[in-house]
């Protein structure tokens, strides 16, 4: 799977937007973009996935730059509850081969 | 409803002991299943998948093994723990359709 950089920690607020960056600039034509969440002591959560498109959900929006060489994280209106480590992860689509996390983004939010 | 069960939910265990955690996935047929370990401090890393059953595909050679006996069923196992082995350990399952995988709550082992 090709590799993402993604920072290793990010502060925000709670109740304001949080953009969390991923940087992927191996990516095949074929990759999705996929992001997942871990809360402490839990099993990852998926959250959003696109190809090309901005995406969203009820959880959150993709930012998919034009080149496909990075993409952004949108949480529209942090809560506590978001406080977690990101991950930013590259496969085709399902990954039915496995995903490769990395070390993700550990998002701290402020009350 | 699909749910995913995974325990026990804690484990110590010591050294040279055997192992033997458990999956089972509700509400679907034939999904790919997956072993995830977390070690302290560390990101998830694939041990083993299948897609179906009997059939196991291994990420890392390691001390542990993993059979597929029934269709929404996967077993990790060990015949005698080290202490390296300690970690998070998650199951996870996706199928053909789906958005992206569903994991279990998770299984903190200690090796002692």
């Known amino acids: 799977d090709a590799k993402t950089t993604q920072p290793n920690s990010m502060e925000s607020n709670e109740e304001e937007p949080v953009h969390l960056p991923c940087n992927h600039s191996?990516?095949?034509?074929?990759?999705?973009i996929h992001w997942y969440r871990q809360l402490p002591s839990q099993g990852p959560e998926y959250v959003i996935h696109g190809l090309t498109s901005n995406v969203n959900n009820r959880m959150a929006s993709l930012a998919i730059a034009e080149d496909r060489k990075s993409s952004t994280l949108i949480l529209h209106r942090a809560t506590l509850r978001d406080a977690a480590v990101y991950y930013c992860i590259l496969s085709l689509r399902g990954g039915a081969d496995g995903l490769t996390f990395g070390k993700g983004t550990h998002l701290i939010i402020q009350p | 409803s699909q749910t995913i069960h995974q325990w026990p939910a804690t484990l110590v265990q010591p050294v040279g002991s055997p192992l033997s955690l458990e999956c089972t996935v509700e509400g679907t047929s034939n999904p790919n299943l997956y072993w995830y370990r977390q070690a302290a401090g560390r990101g998830l890393q694939l041990l083993f998948y299948s897609i179906g059953i009997g059939q196991i595909s291994s990420e890392v050679p390691q001390n542990l093994s993993a059979s597929r006996p029934q269709d929404r069923q996967f077993i990790l196992s060990s015949k005698k723990l080290l202490l390296s082995d300690s970690g998070f350990y998650l199951c996870?399952?996706?199928?053909?359709?789906?958005?992206?995988?569903?994991f279990g709550s998770g299984t903190r082992l200690t090796v002692v």
């Open positions: 996870a399952w996706i199928q053909g359709g789906k958005d992206g995988y569903t």
């Open positions: 191996t990516i095949s034509g074929t990759d999705y």
